[in-house]
């Protein structure tokens, strides 16, 4: 008995193919695309970032710094103070990585220290940044305390007859006032940050929840693929495909009655993301997440989403003859494309390579475009590029969908 029902088991799973494939080929496939995109090593400090340092030319204090940076394989420019705000400009179209403005001279007193200014581009890579940080603290702390230290000096009388008591005494309280100095010192904020946007507007510090949300929420407009799929696959079993075709219904009609409230549904996800990330996530205590600027791009982007969510899904409707084979075809294509396009490992972390691939995802543009939005608070016209991708990639497979449907209703095939 046992042995028949095994048998009978292996058995079905020969004729499920697509299913077993999926057990396989899948976590291949996907541990493949995670492993590659995390593979990115430990050093994130890219010598072609573009870093002006604002200080004084005839000041040690900014040549000293300037030439450590330079050692660690940072491509540095030094300009002066006067040239701040074409320097901001310059970081605003994208001339310009980091903006560093030191306002301390050599010969400042370290109680009289004041934080570096670092100007920032909204979208700057995280991982990079916090590496550069790390670095700039490093280097500009060792400058100053090894500057101020070679300053310390205890003077003592010229009587050789001084008492050894007091000269002790005098030593450890230049000591004790040399360690407090210093301690105060590295107490105090090292720099601060202003970002700006490409109107040149200081906008409010990126967090976490400025990328989660609009991942997922493409992520899971795409996912509209599954009850696009059932609703086709389920005509196609019950003979309303042949019912169709010789009631003569036209392929592109039929289509477009499903097209308009699937894509509905896709806007009433975009406003209930936004709502939830509104409204839950500072209850939870995390940053609530806000759209910037005007709404319409907003509107536009979700748009071309869905379109090519709607398109995509619709292609996969119409290859699969089964609701399995639907979710083989279109589920493990919308997680490879999440893999890719920096819906599950941000794009700033991964190796150049992987960057190059993340540019062909389809969920890549939307991400980009809503990093833009977001962050730089860019204009329709500035995001027309990820638009147009998006819609010429929804409507290709729209346009192959319709072809295909087209042939089915033609031939009343029964799947």
């Given at each position: ?9 292996l058995?079905?799973?020969?004729r ?34 573009r ?18 940076l330079?050692g ?36 400042t ?44 000096r ?17 030593a ?12 105060q010192?590295?107490?105090?904020t090292?720099?601060?940050?202003t ?11 990126p ?16 996912f509209?693929?599954i009850?696009?799929s059932?609703v086709?696959t389920?005509?196609?079993?019950t003979?309303t495909l042949?019912?169709l ?13 499903k ?18 990330g ?12 806000a ?9 536009l ?11 995509y ?9 089964s609701?399995?084979?639907a ?14 396009g ?20 389809p ?13 730089n ?25 319709v ?12 799947f």
């Amino acid at each position: 008995m046992l042995i028949a029902a095994i048998a009978k088991e292996l058995k079905l799973l020969a004729r499920d193919l697509h299913g077993v494939a999926v057990l396989f080929v899948m976590p291949i496939v996907f541990m493949l695309i995670m492993s590659a995109a995390l593979s990115q090593d430990g050093d994130n400090l890219r010598p072609d970032a573009r870093i002006v340092l604002l200080g004084d030319a005839d000041d040690a204090n900014t040549r000293d710094l300037s030439a450590a940076l330079r050692g660690e394989g940072w491509n540095v420019a030094t300009a002066a103070h006067g040239e701040a705000a074409a320097q901001q400009r310059a970081l605003q179209n994208g001339r310009t990585d980091l903006l560093i403005d030191n306002p301390n001279r050599a010969d400042t007193p370290l109680a009289d220290e004041q934080p570096l200014h670092l100007w920032l581009s909204p979208d700057a890579d995280r991982a990079w940044l916090a590496a550069a940080k790390g670095i700039l603290r490093q280097h500009y702390t060792r400058i100053r305390l090894d500057r101020y230290l070679a300053e310390q000096r205890i003077t003592l009388p010229k009587n050789p007859r001084f008492p050894v008591r007091d000269i002790e005494r005098k030593a450890n309280a230049s000591f004790d006032q040399t360690r407090d100095a210093v301690k105060q010192y590295l107490a105090q904020t090292a720099w601060r940050e202003t970002y700006l946007n490409r109107r040149g507007e200081a906008v409010q510090r990126p967090n976490s929840v400025q990328h989660s949300v609009p991942a997922w929420l493409i992520f899971g407009m795409f996912f509209i693929m599954i009850p696009l799929s059932n609703v086709m696959t389920a005509e196609r079993q019950t003979n309303t495909l042949t019912r169709l075709s010789m009631a003569r219904a036209p392929a592109s009609a039929l289509l477009a009655a499903k097209i308009i409230p699937y894509f509905l549904i896709n806007q009433l996800q975009f406003v209930g993301m936004v709502l939830l990330g509104y409204t839950v996530l500072p209850a939870l205590d995390m940053p609530a997440f806000a759209l910037s600027g005007s709404l319409a791009p907003y509107l536009l982007l979700s748009a071309a989403v869905s379109a090519a969510a709607l398109g995509y899904g619709l292609l996969v409707s119409v290859l699969a003859r089964s609701t399995e084979q639907a979710v083989v075809l279109g589920g493990g294509g919308i997680i490879i494309m999440a893999a890719l396009g920096g819906i599950m490992v941000p794009v700033h972390v991964m190796p150049d390579i992987m960057r190059q691939i993340a540019a062909y995802s389809p969920m890549g543009w939307g991400l980009e475009a809503f990093q833009k939005l977001l962050l730089n608070h860019y204009s329709a016209a500035q995001i027309a590029p990820q638009l147009l991708k998006l819609s010429c990639f929804g409507c290709a497979a729209l346009c192959v969908a319709v072809w295909l449907y087209r042939r089915q209703l033609a031939l009343s095939a029964r799947f």
